[in-house]
């Protein structure tokens, strides 16, 4: 079954606290990107990788950082989180090829800072 | 002004209704165009992938591209309580995986039984 999983789902934490969101796809995907939803303002992009070691900022990078050392993972990395980083995260994988395009996004990781 | 605008709803219709969504847009560069389903507490779920302007056809959802007029519409036809959820349009210049997107706000859809 193709899936992208994420973890944790559920995360509290405090100001400056740093803190990895992972994110795994079992579908051999090149392309993973991460976004981050808010009330009225929809999903924006925060990374996006298109292989092993490619990566490259999307709308709002500010303040997280990401690695792509394997194929399967992307993590997201919040260094030192303030609360205007309080959202819902998604991780998305995807493939395109010639007209053929198929993406998967994770089940959510809800973060709170306080 | 925002690059895709998506009116947010909530829109009601009856269970057996026909359901039109619709996104406008600024950029015309963009050429790829997508609708996903968003349930409750739900990651998105990628419905309609197409590729300039025309229609695309896929059970009983239509999406349908206007370049000339910065449109897209996703038409749902005989629309089913199960179909109550979010829609979200987004678009790219050069494709779903190779850059970024940009989406819509969404716009919340029930369908009452």
């Known amino acids: 079954e193709a899936q992208v999983t994420q973890n944790p789902r559920y995360l509290i934490t405090v100001t400056g606290k740093k803190l990895t969101v992972t994110c795994s796809q079992n579908?051999?995907?090149?392309?993973m990107s991460w976004y981050r939803q808010d009330p009225g303002l929809g999903l924006r992009q925060i990374y996006y990788?298109?292989?092993?070691?490619?990566?490259d900022k999307g709308d709002v990078p500010e303040g997280y950082k990401v690695s792509r050392k394997e194929k399967r993972n992307f993590p997201l990395i919040l260094e030192s989180p303030s609360p205007n980083q309080t959202s819902l995260y998604f991780c998305?994988?995807?493939?395109?090829?010639?007209?053929?395009?198929?993406?998967?996004f994770g089940p959510g990781t809800r973060l709170t800072v306080t | 002004q925002k690059e895709v605008e998506q009116d947010p709803g909530p829109l009601s219709v009856p269970e057996g209704a026909i359901v039109s969504l619709n996104c406008t847009y600024s950029?015309?560069?963009?050429?790829?165009f997508m609708w996903y389903r968003q349930y409750s507490r739900k990651g998105p779920e990628l419905l309609m992938y197409?590729?300039?302007?025309g229609n695309k056809e896929d059970g009983r959802f239509t999406a349908q591209v206007d370049k000339s007029s910065k449109y897209i519409s996703l038409f749902i036809r005989d629309s089913q309580p199960s179909d109550s959820a979010t829609y979200l349009c987004?678009?790219?210049?050069?494709?779903?995986?190779?850059?970024?997107?940009?989406f819509g706000t969404g716009t919340l859809l029930a369908v009452q039984p």
């Open positions: 998305a994988s995807s493939y395109h090829l010639q007209g053929s395009y198929e993406q998967y």
């Open positions: 579908m051999n995907h090149e392309y």
């Open positions: 990788s298109m292989n092993v070691e490619v990566t």
């Open positions: 950029n015309s560069a963009f050429q790829y």
């Open positions: 197409t590729y300039s302007s």
């Open positions: 987004a678009m790219s210049e050069y494709g779903g995986a190779t850059n970024k997107l940009i």
